[in-house]
């Protein structure tokens, strides 16, 4: 039984792969755009709450870039 709950995502951790998904791979510029206008405190505190990974990833992106 103690082994399936870590194996278990929290709730906050799905929020934070969905959103890092959403964010870095999925949305176009004008999905963000019609994000914010539709519910700004949220992604205001998303992005806030993310921002070093999508720094990250945006960085990992950038080298693969270059590199390949």
């Known amino acids: 039984m103690e082994d399936e709950k870590n194996l278990m995502m929290s709730d906050k951790e799905i929020e934070k792969q969905n ?3 959403w964010y ?13 206008t539709i519910n700004k405190p949220a992604m205001d505190r998303l992005i806030n709450e993310y921002s070093n990974d999508i720094e990250r990833m945006h960085i990992s992106r950038s080298l693969h870039e270059e590199l390949f």
Do not use: H, V
């Open 24 to 36: 870095s791979m999925y949305a176009t510029e004008s999905d963000i755009k019609k994000a914010n």
């Open 19 to 21: 959103f890092l998904c």
